[in-house]
């Protein structure tokens, strides 16, 4: 399935998204990794964009054939896919991105949140993304860091485009003690986004 999806990310809905991911990449000394936008979600035509914090550990592990999709194997994936069907949203029916497109590590190594110096050093990424997105029409950020990235491209660039953004709690299993709640405010979130893209 991955190679076949792979083969498909300059498909005309996805280029443009996976041009900025090809610049992503190459934007740094070393080569850093980046996902591809997943060609079976909306692309450019996206009217919802769900916005995650960073690439998960297996996706990264993926490489070349690592997608920032619902399909992943991996419980935040899961729990995503899961509310976007409790919601009755179509499988096509949003993008779904992270606030930053890389992953983020701590000095000794080790997968970390954003912070908000990851969050600035990406900014200019999610800028890009808002603009190459001209129907959005609403953001669900899901987890704090992928919120605050939100809010700060719409209130320091003057340039970016105000749109409503939902914020639901991050449906990870370091989260597990309240998973129950982060589940019902993240279906409902993609609900509630529904009806602002409908409207």
Known sequence: MSTDRRSRVDEPHVFALNTLVRAWRAAVDEQRFVPWFDPDGPGVNARILVLMESPGPRTVAAGDLGFSTEDNDDPTA????????????????????????????????????????????????????????????????????????????????????????????????????ARAEAFNRLRVALERAQEIATS
Do not use: F, K
Not at 150 to 163: F, G, K, N, S, Y
């Open 78 to 177: 899961a729990a995503l896919r899961a509310a976007r069907v409790s919601a009755g949203m179509a499988r096509d029916g949003y993008l779904r991105w992270n606030v930053v497109p890389w992953p983020t590590y701590d000095a000794a190594g080790h997968r970390r949140p954003p912070l908000v110096r990851d969050l600035e050093e990406a900014r200019p990424a999610l800028a890009a993304l808002w603009a190459a997105l001209p129907d959005l029409q609403v953001v669900v950020a899901v987890g704090t860091p992928a919120l605050q990235g939100v809010m700060r491209l719409m209130t320091i660039d003057e340039t970016a485009r105000v749109v409503p953004a939902l914020g639901a709690p991050h449906p990870s299993p370091r989260n597990a003690h």
